[in-house]
């Protein structure tokens, strides 16, 4: 019979890491007060300054009780995920663990339902730090985003990266 001795290198290799693997994530913010689409006021007012002298600035404003802006969110994930070992001897077993970092690289709004045709679908990209700052608003948005699973240790030995 064959023993089979499972080191810390069979270990490593069943755990998934991933870096800046690309996310993208949407919201709403009302115009004319900058809430959300259930009339929450979401941001400081620090914030809510800076952002409305920016899109001043940039002809982006409105009366107009229905516009609002379209937010895009891209970020960046970060993270190991190991599957542990629940089964067979118990000095070899591990609970299952992981974490994940979700970076917010850049916000982009888009002006709608402002009935003005040279205002309706002009965009803005943020600059940081207030792309990250108005991000922050939509972390439960971001955090819902499914990732495309990282790839297998197979997949990588094949594509060379082991």
């Known amino acids: 019979m064959r023993k089979i001795i499972r080191t810390s290198s069979y270990k490593q290799a069943r755990t ?3 870096n800046n693997t690309e996310g993208k994530a949407s919201g709403i913010l009302g115009a004319t007060d900058l809430s959300d689409v259930y009339g929450n006021w979401i941001m400081d007012q620090e ?4 952002l409305r002298r920016l899109l001043q600035s940039a002809g982006m404003v409105s009366a107009v009780e229905e516009a609002s802006y379209a937010v895009n969110i891209t970020f960046s994930s970060s993270g ?3 599957p542990g070992r629940i089964s067979g001897r118990v000095e070899d077993s591990y609970a299952p663990e992981g ?3 979700r970076v917010i690289d850049s916000v982009i709004l888009t002006a709608q339902d402002f009935g003005d045709s040279n205002i309706d679908g002009k ?5 940081q730090p ?4 108005v ?3 939509f972390r439960m948005d971001i955090e819902a985003v499914d990732l495309p699973d990282p790839p297998s240790v197979d997949d990588a030995r094949d594509e060379g990266w082991l």
């Open 135 to 137: 991000g922050e608003y």
């Open 47 to 50: 914030t809510q300054y800076a």
């Open 123 to 127: 965009s803005i990209e943020l600059p």
């Open 80 to 82: 190991y995920y190991d």
């Open 99 to 101: 974490d994940e970092e």
């Open 130 to 133: 207030l792309a990250s700052n």
């Open 16 to 18: 998934q890491e991933w």
